[in-house]
């Protein structure tokens, strides 16, 4: 992969001798500073609040229902 332009700047600047910017970076540039924590009991009730609907075969056949009339057949839910 190639070097990107403000890293050869640095390198030519250490090689001449001069300061290196890196080293007046903060220490805390390289920190992860998000805060993570688990998820609250409600939290995960929302997530699979929805994921609970089943569409198989038996929820299909008590959801609905056949109605006929004379050529046509509808399906109703």
Do not use: W
């Not at 805390?28 to 609250?40: P, Q």
């Not at 929302?46 to 004379?70: A, I």
Request: with cysteine.
């Amino acid at each position: 992969m190639s070097k990107s332009r403000a890293k050869k700047l640095r390198e030519k600047l250490t090689r001449e001798g001069n300061r290196n910017p890196e080293l007046s970076r903060s220490p805390f540039s390289m920190l992860d500073l998000n805060t993570r924590r688990t998820k609250t009991k409600q939290e995960k009730l929302n997530q699979v609040k929805h994921k609970k609907q089943s569409f198989g075969k038996d929820d299909f056949q008590k959801d609905c229902f056949y109605l006929r009339t004379n050529s046509l057949i509808f399906l109703l839910y």
